[in-house]
């Protein structure tokens, strides 16, 4: 006996190896099962993101610049193209005022306090994003304190850019929907055909085209490139109606078994400082 | 506040910048969620507790570091604790282990050291999560479109700012000639 413990670097070794598998093990247990991590953890993230924030603006200022110059280069394109939808929008603005009163009025008729598509929002700016290959998150200067919950999705501008995984006080981690990571959270989406919408699960990404790849389709019979996809609120944590893409294309797995829809990602995931959390009026179940 | 104390604190200063700097090189120019395999990323806290453990010669001021900022790495961008907390002393213990073999330090073998080291904690980082099922990426893929342009990125900046991190980091660390 007296031998065998006279090892001290294997003692070193052997600790070192428990140390590690026993961290990794609790902290994943705690991702998983847990809403928020530990207290501890919390306000150490909290300072580190207080601190970060200093460094943050200036940077998310440069970036804010840069975006806004390549802004002006495409003006002139864009602007001739915009015009071209104005009228459409203003009529449409018109109509979806009409609606949502419309809306409104049958909603207290018939004693509906929530639906799925009804949610509020938070604004939070960017810190940073994590120096890993595959933890895509970025780190968001809101969290408990303005209300943010585990499992909030989160937009940039145009469309869903991810959720969020993890809440500390005053700061939380938002996973990008382009995280190819078998273990994470699917997003419920449905694309708006002009039979019937068509339901599906958001699962995959494809790096290779930077596309999102929808899996689980009702049917495919309808769907054309170009139509949107929304979230569709099933699941009961995304609202309903956040918008998600346009189709580009649906292929065939390699077995020729199940169809997948192709969508172009409409959140343009470069150039933005400032994200919107969506909390849902309706909360599903545990 | 002696000269000790001082030099110190910028070793944490320095530590710290670097650990925000990380974020922030990711966040506003290596952010490429929309298209591309290749992953690339920076590494400049690696690159200064490097630098530092081939001048520091107290082990456990070393091993508190690593275990610190490792410790603060994981929590605020991994939110997975003990893969940087393990990985970072293991690598600065290891520099410190075989430091006596160069005579002088130079930049050559500052970079090599600096090659094994990211390489040690990339691929350290890729099995511990493979290992927990967090990633599902294949290793070749991983030396493909991960270790390979991560490593070479490092190593431009690290030939960019070997010379100012150098001296700079043998100011912070000699203290002991000031003192006198």
Redesign the interface.
Known sequence: MQKFFSNKKLIILML?II??????????NI?DKKST?PVV?QV??DT??I??GI??YP?NA??NATSEFSDLYNTYTENRRLKAKIGDLAQNQARLKVVQEENKKLKEELKLNATLTDYSSVNAS??????????????INRGQTSGLKKNMPVMSGKGLIGRI??VDKISS?VE?I?T????NDKFAAEIQSTNKNITGVISKYD????DLVMENVTSTKDIKKGQKVITSGLGGVTPRGLYIGKVSSVKKDNYGMTNSVYIV?AA???NFTVVTVIKSSVSGEE | MNVKTRKITGQVILALLAFYLDGLMKWSFLNNMNTGDIIIVPQLMLMVMVMLSMRISTRRQLILYGVIFGLIYDSYYFGLIGLYTILLPLAMVGVDHYKFLFVKANMGYEISIYFLALTFVQSGVYILERLLQQINVNAMDFITFTLGPTLLWNMIVFFILYIPLANLSDWLVKYRRDSK
């Not at chain 1, 140390?19 to 994943?28: D, E, I, K, N, R």
């Not at chain 1, 190819?180 to 273990?183: F, I, S, T, Y």
């Not at chain 1, 790096?207 to 930077?210: E, F, H, K, P």
Request: proline letters at 5%; charged letters at 15%; zero cysteines.
């Open positions: 070192i140390v590690t598998f026993g961290l990794l093990a609790v902290s994943v991702k991590p953890q150490g993230n580190v993101s601190v970060g460094f943050a940077t440069v970036k960017v810190l940073s994003r994590s120096p890993s290959s595959w933890q895509n998150y970025l780190t995984v993890e981690k990008l382009s190819n990571n078998e273990l790096s290779d085209s930077g990602p343009e995931m470069r």
